[in-house]
Structure formats: structure tokens, C-alpha cells
């Protein structure tokens, strides 16, 4: 089954699907001076959880 972007929830705010191309382009744009594989990285490195990501990402 496929990812109904229409129907967002609790869950779409907090994790991010390393396989979503929008989803990594959304960190992207938060954080221009790091690259997609850079940002792909910090996902596997912390996990799909945002905040872990983001704070991976501030660190590294």
C-alpha cells in the first residue's frame, strides 16, 4: 500500500522515510549545506526519528 500524502498524522511529523525523495528534500531545505547523501547518512545513522536526525545533523 502506498503513502496517502493527503492523509498525514501524528506519526508523518515525528519519523522520515529515507525512501521518500520528499521527505529527504525537506531536510535539504532545511539544512542547504548538507548533501542528499549526507542527509540519507544521518537517517540511517540515527533513525527515521526527526529529532534524532536533526540533532545528528547539527552535530556531524
Do not use: C, F
Not at 508523518?12 to 539544512?31: A, T
Amino acid at each position: 500500500m502506498s503513502d496517502n500524502k493527503q492523509n498525514t498524522g501524528k506519526q508523518d511529523d515525528i519519523r522520515v522515510d529515507i525512501n521518500d525523495p520528499s521527505e529527504v528534500e525537506y531536510l535539504h531545505q532545511q539544512y542547504p549545506d548538507k548533501t542528499h547523501e549526507q542527509i540519507k547518512n544521518a537517517i540511517k545513522m540515527a533513525g527515521p526519528i526527526r529529532v534524532n536526525i536533526i540533532a545528528w545533523l547539527k552535530t556531524h
